[in-house]
């Protein structure tokens, strides 16, 4: 009796800040495998996450999805660089490239930038209307129309990443276009990003979430140690490493008041992912330099030197 088919590859999910990449992706890997905010540019690294799909034809597929750091134009801090190039060599690596675009937003200059660098690409490539939701379907169609006759996309989605809608569509075409061949991970592992590294990325969404019109996206966090007790439990100490001493105020609150509230978000949705109880210590320190850190970009699998 022959052996099951199977199909794995890379796909990469690119787009303009704030288009909902990271939203989608952990859509379609049914888990938490990236951090969401509203605000700009809160993935800063390649984030892998991984879903299994069941093959019309029989057998099935490993669809692994880097959801990238949103792709801005003029990048002029050191970090900015990095994350663009970060994205872009995501895009070069993949087996299909998608590109996801903000139907309420439509096509701004950066999605415009994309659009010129994808012609470029010898893959598949998608196109994925997202949030739509929040347009009328003649617009959507109209949008669609002008980003294919910029760029002749092999398929065209159109999807509400925040209600899960229409996710089973993509999921089943890009295992369909993914080449035959083993798989890369194993079929029980969701995201291939060190847990230290991923509770990290928890807090930080939480310091983003309640403090995103206070302080500026360069706020970074760092999981300083992690213990698994005797007891079953996890003891996590993390850093949040911000720039000017007006900063550490605001991530305190007063009377501490804030980064109270910070961790007991952070432990809850740190105990849910690791499915037992957790101890999470934070600490807020000026580094007025951390951005210019070589070990802090090599930490999140960044290049200090583009």
Do not use: C
């Not at 888990?31 to 093959?55: C, E, F, N, W, Y």
């Not at 019309?56 to 801005?72: H, K, N, S």
């Amino acid at each position: 009796m022959s052996e099951p088919r199977t199909r794995a590859g890379f796909a990469a999910i690119v787009g303009a800040p704030n288009a909902g990449k990271s939203t989608l992706v952990n859509a379609m890997v049914g888990s938490k495998v990236s951090i969401v905010s509203p605000k700009v540019q809160t993935t800063r690294m390649r984030v892998i996450g991984i879903a299994m799909v069941d093959l019309a034809e029989g057998g099935r597929a490993q669809v692994v999805l880097v959801d990238t750091p949103g792709i801005f134009r003029i990048a002029k801090r050191r970090l900015e660089r990095a994350m663009v190039a970060a994205a872009w060599q995501g895009a070069d690596d993949a087996d299909i490239v998608a590109l996801v675009v903000d139907a309420e937003r439509g096509i701004g200059a950066e999605t415009e930038a994309i659009i010129e660098r994808l012609k470029d690409q010898r893959v598949p490539r998608f196109l994925i209307l997202n949030k739509i939701d929040l347009v009328a379907r003649e617009k959507l169609l109209a949008l669609a129309a002008r980003l294919n006759e910029r760029l002749a996309f092999d398929r065209t989605f159109m999807v509400s990443a925040l209600r899960q809608d229409g996710i089973a569509d993509i999921l089943t075409a890009l295992a369909t276009a993914l080449p035959e061949g083993p798989f890369l991970y194993p079929e029980d592992q969701a995201a291939d990003l060190p847990m230290r590294l991923l509770a990290a990325e928890v807090t930080r969404e939480q310091v983003f979430l309640q403090l995103h019109q206070e302080l500026p996206y360069e706020a970074a966090v760092e999981t300083d140690k992690w213990e698994d007790r005797p007891d079953g439990s996890t003891r996590i100490e993390q850093t949040i490493h911000v720039a000017r001493e007006g900063q550490r105020a605001i991530v305190l609150g007063k009377g501490g008041a804030r980064i109270k509230q910070i961790g007991a978000r952070a432990r809850h949705e740190l105990g849910q992912l690791l499915e037992r109880p957790v101890h999470l210590f934070l600490h807020v320190k000026v580094s007025e330099r951390w951005a210019d850190d070589p070990a802090h970009y090599r930490a999140i699998g960044l290049d200090y030197e583009t």
